[in-house]
């Protein structure tokens, strides 16, 4: 992947951040800068990482942990007050929304399973790395990247309006739940050629990411979330070796 991937990302997202600067009642501008710059220092850490540390390893492995560390330096550096809204906590909503967050979850996945068993390639072998890497390091790393930090510079920069069983959504949902099915389906390779997946942008915006989002604003916290997606990648990971 050429690093001049991220940069193509936030342009498929661009027309999504000019209509929420103009739908928005309040905006601030310094934090979608804030969110920008954040998220390009993240992907290009991932996308160095086994340059960086050579683990010799299939896996990104040393680019996950860089992440990570980033992210637990941004979460630590802010007030306790700020960690509760990136979800870096250990309460969560009431129990009425956790249980609304959980049943879409899991509606959502079971649609995902069935369209998975006919459509996945099968026959695989077992990894062991594989299961180790998909049950940790994608759920960890981008889920404080997608739905907590990025999320929480994006709520600064278009205050959330909308209000659903007294949970705040906006504009700043809709980006990030878009940016995660972007950043999976088009790519960059290192001679700048375009790799545009749409149906992955598509089936990943509308399903996955739209469903861990929910699942993380309805428990508030982001271990959930972080459970959840890592639990659709070991689901892949199986279903490959059926």
Known sequence: MSLFTPLLWILLISPLIVI???????????YLVFFILYFLADVFLQASGKQLIDLDL???????ILSLILGLIIIFSVSKEERIKIGFTSKTNSKSNLKFGLLVFFGFTFFDIIFK????????????????FQATMPGLTEEILFRGISLWLLEKAFTPTWNYRGVKFGWAFVIVTVL???SHG???DQDL?????IMTMVYLTVISSFSVGILRNFSGNLIYSIIGHNTINLINAVIRIL
Request: glycine content about 8%; aromatic content about 20%.
């Open 186 to 188: 088009a790519v960059l």
């Open 180 to 182: 995660f099915g972007v």
């Open 58 to 64: 299939k896996f990104n492995w040393a680019g996950k």
């Open 117 to 132: 068993l006919i459509l996945f390639p099968k026959g695989g072998t077992f990894d062991l790395e594989t299961f180790l």
């Open 20 to 30: 929420a600067y103009f739908k928005s009642e309040k905006s601030n501008l310094k």
């Open 193 to 197: 050629h375009l790799k545009f997946d």
